[in-house]
Nanobody, 127 residues
Framework: DVQLQASGGGLVQAGGSLRLSCVAS????????MGWFRQAPGKEREAVSC????????YYADSVKGRFTISSDAAKNTVYLEMNTVKPEDTAVYYC????????????????????WGKGTQVTVSS
């Protein structure tokens, strides 16, 4: 079974940093695009960033470009989201997702969503 275990959320002050981690299991890591999405109260889930670990291709939402960095470690089946200079509007539940690259390219996964989702981790940024 595909499992995605996210961790690292918490309370952080505006301007601070946080690192999220997502450990994946149940599939071949390099065959999947991995990504982070978020959902704020009263809003729809939105894409934050995605990565293709085989070659490091990444996509970012405009709202996080220059502040967030996605990375992956295939040896550990883990994807990370380094969040810097966080803002109150970054407050949301962050979800880790995985999508098969056999059926969609990375941009399609970023744009339309993943095949599998983990439980979210709450990030709260105080002003």
């Amino acid at each position: 079974d595909v499992q995605l275990q996210a961790s690292g959320g918490g309370l952080v002050q505006a301007g601070g940093s946080l690192r999220l981690s997502c450990v994946a299991s149940g599939f071949t890591f390099d065959d999947y695009g991995m990504g982070w999405f978020r959902q704020a109260p009263g809003k729809e889930r939105e894409a934050v960033s995605c990565i293709r670990s085989s070659d490091g291709l990444t996509y970012y939402a405009d709202s996080v470009k220059g502040r967030f960095t996605i990375s992956s470690d295939a040896a550990k089946n883990t994807v990370y989201l380094e969040m810097n200079t966080v803002k109150p509007e970054d407050t949301a539940v962050y979800y880790c997702g995985a999508g098969a690259l056999s059926g969609s390219n990375l941009y399609e996964l970023f744009r339309y969503g993943m095949d599998y989702w983990g439980k979210g981790t709450q990030v709260t940024v105080s002003s």
